[in-house]
């Protein structure tokens, strides 16, 4: 009976000893499975957290290869890794050896991928194939020895917007590597992966709508460059930098690049502007007759700040330039207007000193020095108040005047300069004008322009009208000479400042004088206008209204305008 019951003790031992094991052992595998899944599901994650980190920069399905086969050997035993993507012109293969294997291996591993692409596609039996190998750095000195061939093989198509594009194959020299968990994983990863991709694809291209749309419509010229491919490439440019560079529609990058390096050095600007992360600016070049302000900037990732493009901006400051021109030579102007009559009068003074000039020759340099001083002081009121009308300080004060008087006046003024080069004065004026308000000062300054222009652009021996007459509410002025005339398309840049720069130094003066006869009669609201045949002679004519009731001041505003920015250009 004891020997009974201690065999059957034993055998509850045992079978309990069985049990126990197959549940340690099940437990076993049930923790294996779990950390296994669990590195399925870590690595799912690591490449989706990889794929976050990219949203912003170049990203292509090469990117998105790469970066499933540089890590997948952490979650499933492989021999091989590859890719395969196709395009238009080669089917490009590149295969990552984890473990040494015989070129019989690689053989049959390619035919492998190939008749799998082919299976998918028909049309890619054509397309000429490029492979390229990479070993890893640490080779395992564990030889295959079931097989010389792939035992394990699974493949998984890329799908970009419904478009075959290649795929991923996973290769190993063991026999039942890879379980279906494994291939639903890869599956899942490459879709999400791609998904992801065409999610920010689209992202993209309505951001970059949004900002050709932007740059289109800038009335400054614009470019944006980005960095992709180890390379750059133009993103976008506005119909404004293709006018300003003579460029056709829809230019390659080569071709902006190269247009803006035949009129600045814009490679070494770009790198300027890496080197530094900051703005670097070109101040002026001349480009198809215009003068541009280039504005190179780096394009920044926010979230990372990293630089992902170039910017170019292309102000035209052609009116600025010219504009800048024209003032350096009224500078020049005035130092030589002002250099003739302080000549005149140091040449007079010098002989005074002398004392021994007759009583005649003594009042001829006394003459001399007061026409000379009269001249550059004119000079100097007209440079002072082209000043104050730029500044908006320009002003004029109305009383009640009579203005034949005042003609008469000028031409007395005048007359002994006239008598120099024998030329007539003679008048018509309204005996019936009156008085009438008007800023006395401001209407004799003038009359002394265009009286002096008279002068100045009338040959000797020739003859000067004025006339005053009563024109509708107004009251009309004409200053008429048979002189040389103006041709018709330079006249409407006489009233421009600086208007008569690129003549005035064969004429002498400062090119002021119609500019400010103009403000003058602006200031009244009144009109002035230049009619004149081209060598036969000018007419001025200006309207001043008749007022008999006004306020004691006016001010003027500055009238410069684009318009004449225009007719300077």
């Not at 549940?23 to 799912?44: G, P, T």
């Not at 001249?375 to 009383?399: P, Q, T, V, W, Y």
Request: hydrophobic share 40%; aromatic share 6%; proline share 3%.
């Amino acid at each position: 009976m004891l020997v009974l019951i201690a065999i059957g003790f034993g055998l509850s031992c045992a079978v309990l000893a069985i049990v126990f094991s197959y549940r340690e052992e099940m437990a076993k595998k049930k923790i294996l499975i779990q950390n296994k899944d669990l590195s399925r599901h870590s690595y799912q994650l690591e490449v989706l957290a990889s794929l976050q980190e990219k949203i912003g920069m170049s990203m292509s399905i090469f990117d998105i290869a790469e970066m499933i086969v540089a890590s997948v050997e952490r979650v499933v035993d492989v021999t091989t890794v590859s890719y395969a993507i196709i395009d238009q012109e080669k089917i490009h293969l590149h295969t990552f050896t984890r473990q040494p294997v015989s070129d019989q291996y690689h053989n049959e591993l390619q035919r492998k991928i190939l008749n799998s692409i082919h299976n998918i596609d028909s049309h890619t039996k054509e397309i000429k194939v490029d492979e390229t190998r990479s070993d890893s750095r640490q080779l395992s000195t564990h030889l295959p020895s079931s097989s010389a061939l792939p035992e394990s093989f699974i493949t998984i198509p890329l799908i970009l917007k419904e478009q075959f594009v290649g795929i991923i194959a996973v290769s190993s020299h063991l026999k039942h590597a890879y379980p279906e968990e494994d291939t639903m994983m890869l599956n899942r990863i490459v879709n999400q992966s791609i998904g992801t991709m065409e999610k920010l694809d689209a992202l993209i291209d309505l951001e970059r709508i949004k900002t050709d749309s932007l740059i289109t419509n800038l009335s400054a010229g614009a470019i944006l460059f980005v960095f992709e491919n180890d390379g750059i490439s133009l993103a976008s440019i506005n119909k404004a930098a293709l006018e300003y560079l003579d460029l056709p529609l829809s230019p390659t990058t080569d071709k902006v690049i190269d247009t803006l390096n035949s009129y600045v050095s814009i490679v070494d600007l770009i790198k300027e502007v890496m080197k530094k992360k900051d703005e670097v600016t070109h101040d002026d070049i001349e480009c198809n007759n215009k003068h541009l302000k280039l504005s190179i900037r780096p394009v920044h990732y926010a979230p990372t700040g990293k630089v992902i493009g170039i910017s170019i901006t292309m102000q035209d400051i052609t009116s600025e330039h010219n504009l800048a021109v024209v003032r350096d030579q009224s500078v020049n102007v005035m130092i030589h207007e002002l250099r003739a009559p302080l000549t005149s009068i140091k040449g007079a003074a010098a002989l005074l000193e002398k004392g021994s000039l007759s009583e005649e020759d003594r009042n001829k340099m006394i003459h001399r020095v007061s026409i000379s001083t009269e001249r550059m002081l004119r000079d100097i009121s007209n440079f002072l108040d082209a000043a104050k009308i730029e500044s908006g300080r320009f002003s004029i004060s109305l009383h009640e005047e009579n203005l034949n008087a005042i003609i008469l006046n000028e031409i007395d003024l005048l007359s002994s300069l006239a008598e120099e080069k024998h030329i007539s004065i003679s008048h018509e004026l309204d005996p019936n004008l009156g008085t009438f308000y008007f800023d006395k000062e401001r209407i004799q300054q003038l009359l002394t322009n265009l009286l002096s222009n008279a002068i100045k652009f009338v040959h000797e021996g020739g003859e000067i009208q004025v006339f005053s007459r009563v024109s509708g509410s107004g009251v009309e002025v004409e200053v008429r000479d048979n002189g040389i005339g103006i041709p018709s398309e330079k006249i409407p840049h006489l009233f421009t400042r600086y208007g008569q720069v690129n003549n005035i130094l064969q004429k002498g003066g400062t090119g002021l004088g119609l500019y400010i006869s103009k403000q003058i009669i602006d200031a009244h609201h009144g009109r002035i206008w230049i009619e004149s045949d081209d060598g036969k002679g000018t007419s001025i004519r200006f309207i001043l209204p008749l007022l008999h009731h006004t306020k004691p001041e006016v001010k003027l505003e500055a009238t410069y305008s684009s318009h004449e920015e225009n007719l300077m250009n």
